[in-house]
């Protein structure tokens, strides 16, 4: 399948996402803050990027904008799963590059689904 980069600063979000994107048969980096994922994703060009946006230091919407503008790593999807659920936030993560905005917690089935179709 393919490389999925996890940037989450939950441990136990961190945990449950790695457990299902494994089950699905992907490969999962996972990073607890943007910075570090920034420099994942530009080292590793993941197949798509699982983003949080309240995270230490760099927002979630930060790091989807500069993952957007920067020509290494413009052409990896940005998937959002927030606990933020206001239209507008959706709209603002759109905005910013993302492709779409998943409102935690999120199904399963639904995630896998939503990944499936973004990196096939």
Same mark, same amino acid.
């Given at each position: &399948? =393919? /490389?999925?980069?996890? !940037?989450?600063?939950?441990? /136990?979000? %961190? =945990?449950?996402?790695? +457990?299902?994107? *494994? %089950? ?6 996972? =990073? $607890? ?10 080292? +590793?060009?993941? #197949?798509?990027?699982? &983003? $949080?946006v309240?995270?230490?230091? &760099?927002? #979630?919407? +930060?790091a /989807?904008?500069?993952? =957007? %503008?920067? *020509?290494? /790593?413009?052409? !990896?999807?940005?998937? !959002?799963?927030?606990?933020?659920? &206001? ?5 603002? #993560?759109? %905005?910013? #590059?993302?492709? $779409? ?6 199904? *399963?089935d *639904?995630? !896998? ?8």
């Amino acid at each position: &399948m =393919a /490389t999925i980069l996890l !940037i989450e600063d939950s441990p /136990t979000d %961190r =945990a449950v996402f790695t +457990q299902w994107l *494994e %089950r699905a048969g992907h490969q999962v980096l996972a =990073a $607890d803050n943007a910075e570090d994922g920034l420099q994942l994703a530009r080292e +590793q060009r993941p #197949g798509l990027v699982l &983003m $949080d946006v309240v995270l230490p230091g &760099m927002s #979630g919407f +930060q790091a /989807t904008r500069a993952l =957007a %503008r920067d *020509e290494s /790593t413009k052409q !990896i999807p940005v998937l !959002i799963v927030s606990t933020k659920n &206001m239209e507008t936030d959706k709209a603002w #993560g759109l %905005r910013q #590059g993302a492709v $779409d905005y998943i409102v935690k917690p999120p199904r *399963e089935d *639904e995630l !896998i689904a939503r990944i499936n179709e973004l990196v096939n």
